[in-house]
T-cell receptor, first 118, second 111 residues
Framework: GAVVSQHPSRVICKSGTSVKIECRSLDFQATTMFWYRQFPKQSLMLMATSNEGSKATYEQGVEKDKFLINHASLTLSTLTVTSAHPEDSSFYIC??????????????FGPGTRLTVT | ELKVEQNPLFLSMQEGKNYTIYCNYSTTSDRLYWYRQDPGKSLESLFVLLSNGAVKQEGRLMASLDTKARLSTLHITAAVHDLSATYFCAVVRGGADGLTFGKGTHLIIQP
């Protein structure tokens, strides 16, 4: 149990276009979802916290108008990178938590989406 | 601001040896996590440590937590090549906040 999926797994887009990444909890309802970014050979950086039905909370330095997060249901959060530029190329990973089954403390990570902006 | 420091950042060792990765964090936290990441992949959860003195073991990996020293260790016993990966520790700021990660320890185990 506790599976998180992401779609797409890999995307290449042209500079100036927008890309939407989906994060789904497949077998549980997520209390909260998080979005992280990882540049090559670097650590993960928290971008934003997303709760169903409310506005996302962005970390300092993350442009909320560029990285649009929508959390429409307890099983789906989306991250839209608007007007993407090459410096947005990165590995985007979501995670989900639930304060109950299967574990109130675990964070369940998706498989990640590799975005390349040309 | 919560800071998480790992050391070493790079470790090359031979099979059969023991070694320890250290994780220090700067402010009080409720939970500490250890993850493994293989190249091009997402994170695999290894351990969640919840209280002072917590010790968890899985196979050749053992993690411990000292909340007073704000220190966690990941000990590798009799390393095998399959344990080659990058290991991250991460700390939650509190409540339902997201994780702050260390820079990761890139571990290479030579057969």
């Amino acid at each position: 149990g506790a599976v998180v999926s992401q779609h797409p797994s890999r995307v290449i887009c042209k500079s100036g276009t927008s890309v939407k990444i989906e994060c789904r909890s497949l077998d549980f309802q997520a209390t909260t979802m998080f979005w992280y970014r990882q540049f090559p050979k670097q650590s993960l950086m928290l971008m934003a916290t997303s709760n169903e039905g409310s506005k996302a909370t962005y970390e300092q330095g993350v442009e909320k108008d560029k990285f649009l997060i929508n959390h429409a249901s307890l099983t789906l959060s989306t991250l839209t990178v608007t007007s993407a530029h090459p410096e947005d190329s990165s590995f985007y990973i979501c995670s989900a938590t639930v304060w109950a089954y299967p574990s109130p403390y675990e964070q369940y990570f998706g498989p990640g989406t590799r975005l390349t902006v040309t | 601001e919560l800071k998480v420091e790992q050391n070493p950042l790079f470790l090359s060792m031979q099979e059969g040896k023991n070694y320890t990765i250290y994780c220090n964090y700067s402010t009080t936290s409720d939970r500490l996590y250890w993850y493994r990441q293989d190249p091009g992949k997402s994170l695999e959860s290894l351990f969640v440590l919840l209280s002072n003195g917590a010790v968890k073991q899985e196979g050749r990996l053992m993690a411990s937590l000292d909340t007073k020293a704000r220190l966690s260790t990941l000990h590798i016993t009799a390393a095998v090549h399959d344990l080659s990966a990058t290991y991250f520790c991460a700390v939650v700021r509190g409540g339902a906040d997201g994780l702050t990660f260390g820079k990761g320890t890139h571990l290479i185990i030579q057969p």
